[in-house]
């Protein structure tokens, strides 16, 4: 059957939660063709008993044992039909006009990937009473690496031509792994960075977060720092290194650089290490990428890395005064770098 785009939603549990997703969904068709896939990745009582029926919607329910965030968006991606594709989490909600917007635009144009501007809402009152707050207007831009890298748009943000995700996460760069999971959307990211797409923009806050207080993967900093370094180290390991794949490389180490910058005092120096590592071995470009005009102006004199470890000695906290884990659960998660 043909649709004009799969929604796709890994989800654990939270049924509850799924409704405000689904009710944001059913607003949003208006005539397109539409199915939904919920993959129910080994919640404790089936989604499908929870949700079968819900407001009439198309939905498609798959249900798998717990692998995991990534695993389950790639089956919902192998499932899927539709021209189009969007990811949702289990927390998102979309404007009433985001689906007709982004796939028209896309038919016009016939680009590869859409985005809008980002709002949040939180969701602890009656789908009716809800309300949207604009977040974030994002830049256009139209190079993969400095979208995908740079911009980094909430997961429910970009609606993607099927073809051009299957072509580059059949056989990603980065391969699957449990690691990745608590940055699940930052792994497709990376895996799209490396090549040239067609990319438009809508003007708009039409993409929307939800904020609770139900457990995130992104409860423990530290759990999610280990996720994106993995990411970063998979990538840096695994990409190409040639003149297509320069730009991804670049902004990469810059990411690098800059989160290393970020990181508090007297944190995991097997951590550290492989942060600024990864900002050595890759490609260049200009000091004003990495800071502010004083740091500019001391890497001048000192280097980039002595400045950089200059001001975070002056300007952040000791790690001891913002860790939610211990410091031996930190050294069991930095040592599964290892695998990488």
Known sequence: MYYDLSIIIPAYNRAEMLKYTLQSIKNAIHNLNVEVIIVDDGSKKPLSEQLQGFLNLPIRFIRQINQGSIVARNRGLKEAEGKYVLFLDSDDLVHADKLTLQVSDLEESQADVSYTDEATVKLKEEYSNLVFQPKRILRHVNHSAEFYLAVQPIPSNPIYRRSYLVQYLSNPLVPENRIFD???????????????????????????????????????????????????????????????????????????????????????????????????????????????????????????????????????????????????????????????
């Open 182 to 340: 608590p940055v699940g959307d930052v792994w497709i990211y990376y895996n799209l960075a490396a090549y040239d797409a067609k990319i438009t923009k809508i003007n708009g806050h039409y993409s929307i977060a939800g904020e609770h207080e139900q457990e995130r993967y992104t409860d423990h900093w530290e759990n999610l720092g280990v996720a994106s370094l993995a990411v970063m180290m998979s990538f840096m390991k695994n990409c190409p290194s040639s003149d297509l794949t320069h730009e991804a490389r670049r902004l990469v180490g810059e990411c690098a650089f800059i989160s290393w910058r970020k990181l508090p005092k007297n944190f995991n120096s097997a951590f550290e290490h492989n942060m600024m590592d990864i900002w050595q071995k890759a490609p260049k470009g200009s000091l004003n990428h990495l800071g502010g005009r004083f740091f500019q102006t001391l890497a001048k004199l000192i280097g980039a890395k002595n400045a950089a470890f200059v001001l975070r000695h002056i300007q952040r906290p000791d790690y001891s005064q913002i860790q939610t884990v211990s410091f031996e659960d930190l050294k069991e998660m930095v040592a599964i770098l290892h695998s990488i």
